[in-house]
């Protein structure tokens, strides 16, 4: 009989002396997903996508949902193997090996880090919209400062204060922009879409869809805290199908509202703001402004929930150092982790030190996907139905195809990128053994 899939995911590694409880539901899973998708991109990506395709701008948020589903459908039968923390780093280490492992965990962490800080500062930038003074010299500084030191304090005491903040904040998102499409629906009389590009061609196509990749992405972060989740094969793979299904209609939808309120869409730096102010006068400035707001803090908030545990669990498999597998005594989270996370977030958001920005971000998850998808082909002890390699088979040609479209500069860079993380591991595994060769 072949090898349980609880055994076979659940070994590997180090893991803690006490086993966290497991106190996320499906419904907490859901709001995860849903607050790590939608982020803030969703308030300034309609002027992206019009400025690739103009009026038909929402075909492409039609394609990519449809393109997105085969690496959903991936993710779902990933995460209805994992019984641990740590998401797809987990997986791969005990399906591919440590040295795959730590690559793919490198291009995970690499995603996040980008990302959040990039979310910071857009919090900071729509701070400034109500309150200009926070959003430069010593304020902005404070802030930054106050707002991730406070979400890594939440978060230390426990994965329930975490996911409360996440949920709640979730709520005041969704529920903004729902709001934001009903009122733009109702108070738009011109319905007219905006003229095609002068040249419309694949490259344009292609741009766009990137800019969704980025728009779609982190969805996975679902699976990482699956050792907290309560039955992780049926929460999870709910949470994804439902939250993926929901973000793609409220995205549609938004881009639908701006496009018809704003002839110029492509050329607005805030587009839910200024379609806001067509419908619903200045105070529908501002409103948008605060939901703004409410969607980058809760972005963060999902995000502390999420990645110190892929950090540990990276931690414990060797491809981090050690120490950062460190849990708190009383709480059992991982306290070294999230420290790392706080500090790595806040350096990289005060310094504003990366440039590729979205597309950078985008080729890293790419990365992952398609290694998430070659999981389907190797792992040998679960059983894969027809379905599931053709959703596998199609999550890779669509990942290879859009990864052929970044800029030389930026391939190279993710090159780097595995070759440093290769480079790691090896330099890891040498230092460890050297104790046992010189004992001999």
Not at 204 to 221: M, Q, R
Not at 366 to 384: C, G, I, M, N, P
């Amino acid at each position: 009989m072949t090898q349980s899939t609880s055994t076979t995911l659940g070994s590997g590694g180090c893991h803690p002396a006490a086993m966290p409880a497991r106190a996320l539901g499906r419904w907490s899973v859901l709001g995860l997903v849903l607050n790590s998708v939608i982020g803030a991109g969703i308030f300034g990506l309609p002027s992206l996508v019009a400025r690739s395709l103009g009026g038909a701008a929402p075909w492409a948020f039609l394609l990519s949902f449809c393109l997105v589903c085969p690496i959903v459908a991936v993710f779902a039968w990933l995460a209805a193997g994992l019984r641990e923390s740590g998401g797809q780093y987990v997986y791969v280490r005990n399906v591919l090996g440590g040295t795959w492992a730590t690559v793919v965990g490198w291009f995970l962490v690499l995603v996040r880090l980008t990302s959040a800080a990039a979310v910071a500062n857009l919090f900071i930038v729509y701070l400034g919209e109500l309150f200009p003074g926070a959003a430069a010299g010593w304020a902005r500084v404070l802030v930054l400062g106050l707002v991730l030191v406070s979400l890594g304090a939440a978060n230390v005491r426990g994965i329930r204060s975490g996911v409360s903040v996440s949920n709640a904040l979730t709520l005041v998102k969704v529920a903004a922009l729902a709001g934001f499409v009903l009122v733009g629906v109702s108070c738009s009389r011109e319905r007219a879409s905006a003229p095609l590009p002068a040249e419309l061609g694949a490259s344009n196509w292609f741009e766009a869809l990137l800019a969704l990749t980025f728009a779609y992405g982190g969805f996975d972060n679902a699976l990482i805290p699956a050792g907290e989740t309560k039955e992780p094969q049926r929460a999870t793979p709910f949470a994804l199908y439902l939250g993926m299904a929901l973000v793609s209609v409220l995205y549609l939808t938004v881009h639908l509202v701006s496009m018809w309120s704003v002839p110029d869409l492509a050329h607005t730096e805030r587009p839910l703001a200024a379609a806001a102010r067509v419908f619903a006068g200045a105070g529908g400035g501002v409103a948008i402004a605060c939901a703004a707001l409410a969607s980058t803090f809760g972005w963060l908030a999902a995000a502390f929930v999420a990645v110190p545990r892929l950090i540990a669990a990276m931690a414990s498999g060797g491809a981090l150092p050690r120490l950062l597998a460190g849990s708190h005594a009383r709480f059992q989270t991982p306290l070294a982790g999230t420290l790392f996370w706080t500090g790595a977030v806040l350096l990289l958001a005060l310094s504003n030190g990366f440039v590729w920005n979205a597309q950078l971000s985008a080729g890293a998850r790419l990365v992952t996907y398609l290694s998430a998808a070659l999981l389907v082909f190797h792992d040998r002890q679960r059983q894969r139905s027809w379905a599931i390699l053709l959703a596998g088979g199609l999550a890779l040609a669509l990942c290879a195809v859009l990864l052929s479209q970044l800029q030389h500069a930026q391939i190279w860079v993710l090159a780097g990128i595995c070759a440093l993380a290769v480079g790691y591991r090896w330099l890891a595994r040498a230092l460890r053994s050297r104790p046992s060769r010189l004992a001999a």
